[in-house]
T-cell receptor
Framework: GIQVEQSPPDLILQEGANSTLRCNFS?????LQWFHQNPWGQLINLFY???GTKQNGRLSATTVATERYSLLYISSSQTTDSGVYFCAGPGYSSASKIIFGSGTRLSIRP | DSGVTQTPKHLITATGQRVTLRCSPR?????VYWYQQSLDQGLQFLIQYYNGEERAKGNILERFSAQQFPDLHSELNLSSLELGDSALYFC???????????????FGPGTRLTVT
C-alpha cells in the first residue's frame, strides 16, 4: 500500500521563527490534507490541497502531486502553533482508505 | 468548530466491558469515518459508512463494530475491551461521491477511552 513519510519528526523553534514541514508519498496522490493536532488532542483542518499552493494567514501549503510531496510552511511561529502536524492522503484501497503520516511534533518556545 | 460532534468526551471502563461511542456528522455530510489514535500506532483508519452503508473497512478488530443510522449519526461499539484498546477515537465526516475517491474530512473532538 501507499506509504506516507513526514519530516522532520520533531522540531523545536523560538517564537517568531519560520518552518517548513514535508510530507512524501510513495505514489502519486489526487488529494492531500494537512491537520494540526493541538496539545488538547483536537485535530484541526489546515488545508485540503490536491495540488498547487494555498495560503491561510501565516500558514501556506504546496503540493506537487507529480513529484509526490507536499510542504507546509509556518511563518512567524507562535506558541499556539505547538502540537503535531499530520498530512493524510488516499490509500487507494478499501482497507487503507486514508493514510496518515506519523506526524511532525512542533514545539515553539516563547 | 468542525461541526462534527462526538460523545462522550471521556470514558473510563474496565477490561471485558462494552462501550458505545457516538458521532454526528456535519450537516449535509453523508459519509462518516472512524479512526483510532493510540500512542504506538498513530492514526489508524477503522471503518467508513456512507448514507447508512458500509463503504470501506480498515484495521477494525472483530470485537469492534459500527453502524450509521437513517439520521446519519454513527455509533462505534467496542466490546470485550482490553487494556490495549485505550486510545483516542475520532469520527470524521465528509461529502462523498465516488466510492473510490477521497474527500476533505472534518474531524470531531474525539472520545478518549481508558480501559483499566
Amino acid at each position: 500500500g501507499i506509504q506516507v513519510e513526514q519530516s522532520p519528526p520533531d522540531l523545536i523553534l523560538q517564537e517568531g521563527a519560520n518552518s517548513t514541514l514535508r510530507c512524501n508519498f510513495s505514489d502519486s496522490v489526487n488529494n492531500l490534507q494537512w491537520f494540526h493536532q493541538n496539545p488538547w488532542g483536537q485535530l484541526i483542518n489546515l488545508f485540503y490541497i490536491p495540488s498547487g499552493t494555498k495560503q491561510n494567514g501565516r500558514l501556506s501549503a504546496t503540493t506537487v502531486a507529480t513529484e509526490r510531496y507536499s510542504l507546509l510552511y509556518i511563518s512567524s511561529s507562535q506558541t499556539t502553533d505547538s502540537g503535531v502536524y499530520f498530512c493524510a492522503g488516499p490509500g487507494y484501497s478499501s482497507a487503507s482508505k486514508i493514510i496518515f503520516g506519523s506526524g511532525t511534533r512542533l514545539s515553539i518556545r516563547p | 468548530d468542525s461541526g462534527v460532534t462526538q460523545t462522550p468526551k471521556h470514558l473510563i471502563t474496565a477490561t471485558g466491558q462494552r462501550v458505545t461511542l457516538r458521532c454526528s456528522p456535519r450537516s449535509g455530510d453523508l459519509s462518516v469515518y472512524w479512526y483510532q489514535q493510540s500512542l504506538d500506532q498513530g492514526l489508524q483508519f477503522l471503518i467508513q459508512y456512507y448514507n447508512g452503508e458500509e463503504r470501506a473497512k480498515g484495521n477494525i478488530l472483530e470485537r469492534f463494530s459500527a453502524q450509521q443510522f437513517p439520521d446519519l449519526h454513527s455509533e462505534l461499539n467496542l466490546s470485550s475491551l482490553e487494556l490495549g484498546d485505550s486510545a483516542l477515537y475520532f469520527c470524521a465526516s465528509s461529502v462523498e461521491g465516488e466510492a473510490q475517491a477521497t474527500y476533505e474530512q472534518y474531524f470531531g473532538p474525539g472520545t478518549r477511552l481508558t480501559v483499566t
